[in-house]
């Protein structure tokens, strides 16, 4: 009778186990169709459309394929609806491969292939590198590696839209956010 109950108890304890980590995997989305917006390739069309929709700026995604870094953040971070949410409100998001023969017209207007764009405007060798640029085309802001995790990269954007870009280092507004958090 006790190998029963024990048996009974091991089963309920998988059972929960495999019904949170199925109830936890439905939440999470695809980035590339929930994060990232579709695109031709036109960063002063895309431009053009931000003003449009009221975004606050673009936000670049310089990733790689072999990149652990860059596939941590689209398996943790970029893939939660928060951040998708919270993202496609106020920024168009695009990924650009540095290593891309793809073309696309830069911010300038001339046709370059991606890894051209990456490597000699913006100097990315590291992935990822999540940039944002102003309304007019203008870096505002880049940050090379991944992110610990959803909040800091929820604040990484709330840095930017809130305008502290322009007043404080982005490791001094992270510092206060964590400070906040801890305090709650």
């Known amino acids: 009778m006790k190998n029963k109950i024990q048996i009974f108890a091991a089963f309920l304890f998988f059972f929960s186990f495999v019904s949170m980590s199925l109830a936890d ?35 670049l995604f310089f990733e790689q394929d072999e990149c652990p870094y860059c596939y941590y953040m689209k398996q943790n971070v970029l893939n939660q609806p928060k951040v998708q949410q919270f993202y496609r409100k106020h920024f168009l998001n695009f990924p650009i491969d540095i290593e891309g023969d793809i073309e696309m017209v830069n911010l300038k207007g001339k ?40 909040d800091e990269f929820i604040w990484l954007g709330e840095y930017i839209v809130s305008g502290m870009y322009k007043k404080i280092n982005y490791n001094l507004y992270k510092r206060k956010r964590r400070a906040e958090k801890k305090n709650k």
């Open 25 to 59: 995997s439905t939440n999470i989305r695809d980035p590339y169709k929930y994060f990232f917006n579709e695109t031709w390739g036109d960063l002063p069309e895309e431009l053009i459309k931000a003003k449009q929709d009221g975004k606050k700026a673009i936000l």
């Open 111 to 150: 046709t370059v292939k991606q890894k051209d764009f990456s490597f000699k405007e913006y100097r990315v060798r590291a992935t990822p590198v999540i940039a944002f640029f102003d309304l007019k085309g203008k870096l505002i802001h880049k940050h090379t590696g991944k992110t610990s995790g959803v």
